[in-house]
């Protein structure tokens, strides 16, 4: 199996200082998404290597642009599974994760995987976690634009906690307990 891990808000050509969301700044990560997507991402790949996961990073580039080189890389892979997650944060108030998927079986079968490790991870202050099918359409159409180019890995787009709702979470601890459930949802996924 191999996943690509893009962490979003970071590497935008047209607008560089665009860091996604953001709260005051804590102990660390400056209270920008695109610092605790950063941790987040090197977590949950530490986590996949361990279990013999292959993982390519993906940081810089319009949506499109990282979306194209995926698709590319992907032909390399053509015998193997292959996972696109598109990192992010939430803000806005919600109590609970979101991980949304295109609307197949498999990413559908995906996001319920990782969403079950979330919940089994009983992380403070998340309620719930919603594997949720995401569309141009509805409310969702904010991550549909983040996974909409991937073709062949099945893409989810990650909302695992809301900053501001969640501020008690952004510590490297909780980071990485969120990463251990999301990197054990795909691996249990896979099996």
């Given at each position: 199996m191999i996943v690509f891990i893009d962490r979003q808000h970071a590497g935008k050509p047209n607008n560089p200082e665009d860091r996604g969301a953001s709260v005051e700044?804590?102990?660390?990560?400056?209270?920008?998404?695109?610092?605790?997507?950063?941790?987040?991402?090197?977590?949950?790949?530490?986590?996949?290597?361990?279990?013999?996961?292959?993982?390519?990073p993906i940081s810089d580039?319009?949506?499109?642009?990282?979306?194209?080189r995926v698709n590319e890389y992907s032909k390399?892979?053509?015998?193997?599974?292959?996972?696109?997650?598109?990192?992010?944060?939430?803000?806005?108030?919600?109590?609970?994760?979101?991980?949304?998927?295109?609307g197949s079986t498999d990413g559908a079968d995906?996001?319920?995987?990782?969403?079950?490790?979330?919940?089994?991870?009983s992380l403070p202050g998340l309620v719930r976690c919603l594997p949720k099918k995401c569309s141009s359409g509805d409310w969702t159409k904010n991550a549909w634009y983040t996974i909409k180019g991937v073709g062949n890995p099945i893409?989810?787009?990650?909302?695992?906690?809301?900053?501001?709702?969640?501020?008690d979470l952004l510590t490297?601890?909780?980071l990485r307990s969120i990463a251990s459930a999301i990197a054990s949802g795909i691996i249990s996924w896979s099996l």
């Amino acid at each position: 199996m191999i996943v690509f891990i893009d962490r979003q808000h970071a590497g935008k050509p047209n607008n560089p200082e665009d860091r996604g969301a953001s709260v005051e700044p804590l102990s660390f990560g400056l209270g920008l998404e695109a610092m605790y997507t950063g941790y987040l991402s090197l977590m949950i790949e530490e986590k996949l290597l361990e279990n013999g996961v292959k993982v390519i990073p993906i940081s810089d580039g319009f949506y499109a642009d990282r979306h194209k080189r995926v698709n590319e890389y992907s032909k390399r892979f053509k015998n193997e599974e292959q996972v696109y997650l598109a990192l992010h944060l939430n803000s806005g108030g919600g109590d609970y994760s979101s991980f949304f998927h295109m609307g197949s079986t498999d990413g559908a079968d995906l996001a319920s995987a990782i969403c079950d490790k979330v919940r089994e991870a009983s992380l403070p202050g998340l309620v719930r976690c919603l594997p949720k099918k995401c569309s141009s359409g509805d409310w969702t159409k904010n991550a549909w634009y983040t996974i909409k180019g991937v073709g062949n890995p099945i893409a989810i787009c990650c909302e695992p906690l809301f900053m501001d709702t969640h501020r008690d979470l952004l510590t490297m601890e909780s980071l990485r307990s969120i990463a251990s459930a999301i990197a054990s949802g795909i691996i249990s996924w896979s099996l």
